[in-house]
């Protein structure tokens, strides 16, 4: 590779292959300079010829493909083309003769991205190319570092257990109160910042997010539970203002029909386990679940069921070090082979951490280990922040808030360890000792309903 040597904290700019019928008034001079920003993206290559793209794209393997789909000889052979691409996102633009072709090109969700009618924003295209390759880097490629560690030190071997489909995280815990909510919420802030498109699904009712993110509490996963279908889980969703890359899907705030998701079999279609489950479908990067103390309702149960990772949110009491261990055992004993959670996917943090703690973490851990053998790796701990309750009540962020800088440094380092793979490091040439890691451990991500 040419240009200065990456090393493990720098991101590698996306790679993209242009593709246009006409290379001196569209690609170089409107397509290309809208890709300029090396530090976002490095143009592999360029082509006008449909059969040098054919064969271009196979040789370079670029992250994303960006096109016109007027280089293609026609709307079946270009679809055809583009669902058989391996390890290439494309973005497809449509002069308006083809319009009608555009729910057939969406249609192919395993690799199209964006489908967009000319004239188009190629800024706003080269924006959203660089969002869709960070958030395919989260999704498939290596795994968070946290996870290759321990996953070496599990007994059962490396390798043992495949951990499948989009990354999605449950944040729970036994008790109320540790900062479910405040850090899940703060991750995804964190990973919309880096482009991955992230849903946060707010489980509690009311539902956190809506108090927290200056949301409504409607549209919500009402929507979801009346109309189990794509349109009903769209229709659920909530934007956050000025983050492009964040869904937020709340539950209902009406107690009935919170109830009525409640006592829905998990088997059926509209039950809250598919629900996050649909979510799949949608190319999320992250998908991360702020749930509602576990065991009392199926809202945080059936997300659990749902999820390939947890991260039990404690603080350093002794209390919540009880209610660690009933989490624990709930997650790797009683859920047992209905979860989709291998031991090796439970992490746990530390909330609310001060100088004068009694219990360090080290303690926290060891207690527990005494008593369930092992316990998931401490991956952050995050200090008491006093003025963090007041930057959430005027609708600030602690990711970002310069009051809250070392609650923010600590959602950057879970958020490393977490989804970190995805971002540190292109899988094809792995560049630092996590990457390798992932590699020598073979462990792949593939999304499976
Ligand atoms: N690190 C922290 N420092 C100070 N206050 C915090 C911290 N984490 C959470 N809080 C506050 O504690 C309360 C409970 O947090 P929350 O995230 O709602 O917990 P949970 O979702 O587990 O019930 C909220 O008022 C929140 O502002
Ligand atoms: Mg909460």
């Given at each position: 590779?040419?240009?200065?040597?990456?090393?493990?904290?720098?991101?590698?700019?996306a790679?993209?292959?242009?593709a246009?019928?006409?290379?001196?008034?569209?690609v170089?001079?409107?397509?290309?300079?809208?890709?300029?920003?090396t530090a976002?993206?490095?143009?592999?290559?360029?082509a006008?010829e449909?059969?040098d793209i054919?064969?271009?794209?196979?040789?370079?393997?670029?992250?994303?493909?960006?096109?016109?789909?007027?280089?293609?000889?026609?709307p079946?052979?270009?679809?055809?083309?583009l669902?058989?691409?391996?390890g290439t996102?494309?973005l497809?633009?449509?002069?308006?003769?083809w319009?009608?072709?555009?729910?057939?090109?969406?249609?192919?969700?395993?690799n199209?991205?964006?489908?967009y009618?000319?004239?188009?924003?190629?800024?706003?295209?080269?924006?959203a190319?660089?969002?869709?390759?960070a958030?395919?880097?989260?999704?498939?490629?290596?795994?968070?570092?946290?996870?290759?560690?321990?996953r070496?030190?599990a007994?059962?071997?490396?390798?043992?257990?495949?951990?499948?489909?989009?990354?999605?995280?449950a944040?729970?815990?036994?008790?109320?109160?540790?900062?479910k909510?405040?850090?899940?919420?703060?991750?995804?802030?964190e990973?919309?910042?880096?482009?991955?498109?992230?849903?946060l699904?707010?489980?509690?009712s009311?539902?956190?997010?809506?108090?927290?993110?200056?949301?409504k509490?409607t549209?919500?996963?009402?929507?979801?539970?009346?109309?189990?279908?794509?349109?009903?889980?769209?229709?659920?969703?909530?934007?956050v203002?000025?983050?492009?890359?964040?869904?937020?899907?709340l539950?209902?705030?009406d107690?009935?029909?919170?109830?009525?998701?409640?006592?829905?079999?998990?088997?059926?279609?509209g039950?809250?386990?598919?629900?996050?489950?649909?979510?799949?479908?949608?190319?999320?990067g992250?998908?991360?679940?702020?749930?509602?103390?576990f065991?009392?309702?199926?809202w945080?149960m059936q997300?659990?069921?749902?999820?390939?990772?947890?991260?039990?949110?404690c603080r350093?009491?002794?209390?919540d070090?009880y209610?660690?261990?009933?989490?624990y055992?709930?997650?790797?004993?009683?859920?047992?082979?209905?979860?989709?959670?291998?031991?090796?996917?439970?992490?746990?943090?530390?909330?609310?951490?001060?100088p004068?703690?009694?219990?360090s973490?080290?303690?926290?851990?060891?207690?527990?280990?005494?008593?369930?053998?092992?316990?998931?790796?401490?991956?952050?701990?995050?200090?008491?922040?006093?003025?963090?309750?007041?930057?959430?009540?005027?609708?600030?962020l602690?990711?970002?808030?310069?009051?809250c800088?070392?609650?923010?440094?600590?959602?950057?380092?879970?958020?490393g360890?977490?989804?970190?793979g995805?971002?540190?490091?292109?899988?094809?040439?792995?560049?630092?000792d996590?990457g390798?890691l992932?590699?020598?451990?073979?462990?792949?991500?593939?999304?499976q309903?």
């Open positions: 590779m040419n240009g200065p040597q990456l090393t493990a904290q720098s991101t590698p700019p790679t993209v292959f242009l246009g019928p006409d290379m001196t008034i569209q170089l001079r409107q397509m290309y300079p809208a890709f300029q920003d976002r993206y490095q143009v592999l290559s360029m006008i449909w059969e054919k064969r271009q794209v196979a040789q370079y393997r670029p992250e994303a493909l960006v096109i016109d789909a007027d280089v293609a000889p026609g079946e052979v270009l679809r055809d083309f669902g058989q691409l391996v996102i494309v497809v633009v449509l002069s308006p003769a319009v009608k072709f555009k729910g057939m090109f969406e249609g192919i969700q395993t199209v991205r964006g489908v009618l000319a004239p188009v924003n190629w800024a706003a295209i080269a924006n190319t660089y969002s869709a390759v958030t395919e880097r989260a999704r498939t490629l290596d795994l968070a570092p946290a996870t290759s560690v321990h070496q030190a007994p059962s071997g490396p390798g043992s257990t495949l951990v499948v489909g989009t990354r999605t995280i944040f729970t815990s036994f008790a109320g109160g540790t900062g909510s405040t850090i899940a919420e703060a991750l995804a802030v990973l919309a910042r880096e482009h991955i498109k992230t849903l699904c707010s489980f509690n009311p539902p956190a997010a809506a108090g927290h993110l200056g949301l509490v549209p919500n996963a009402t929507e979801w539970l009346n109309r189990p279908t794509v349109e009903g889980f769209l229709g659920s969703l909530q934007h203002r000025g983050f492009d890359d964040l869904d937020v899907l539950a209902p705030n107690p009935h029909i919170l109830a009525l998701g409640n006592d829905r079999d998990m088997k059926d279609d039950s809250i386990q598919n629900l996050v489950l649909a979510a799949y479908s949608f190319n999320y992250a998908i991360l679940l702020d749930l509602p103390p065991a009392d309702t199926m945080a997300a659990l069921l749902a999820a390939n990772a947890a991260v039990l949110v350093p009491t002794l209390h070090q209610a660690a261990i009933r989490a055992q709930l997650l790797t004993e009683e859920l047992g082979v209905q979860a989709r959670l291998p031991p090796e996917a439970i992490f746990a943090v530390l909330n609310f951490t001060t004068d703690d009694s219990l973490a080290k303690d926290f851990q060891a207690a527990i280990i005494e008593f369930t053998g092992r316990f998931p790796p401490l991956l952050a701990a995050f200090p008491f922040i006093a003025k963090l309750p007041a930057v959430q009540n005027r609708l600030d602690p990711a970002i808030a310069p009051e800088d070392e609650f923010g440094r600590a959602v950057r380092s879970l958020k360890k977490l989804v970190g995805a971002l540190g490091h292109n899988s094809r040439k792995p560049t630092s996590a390798l992932g590699k020598v451990l073979g462990i792949t991500f593939r999304v309903k």
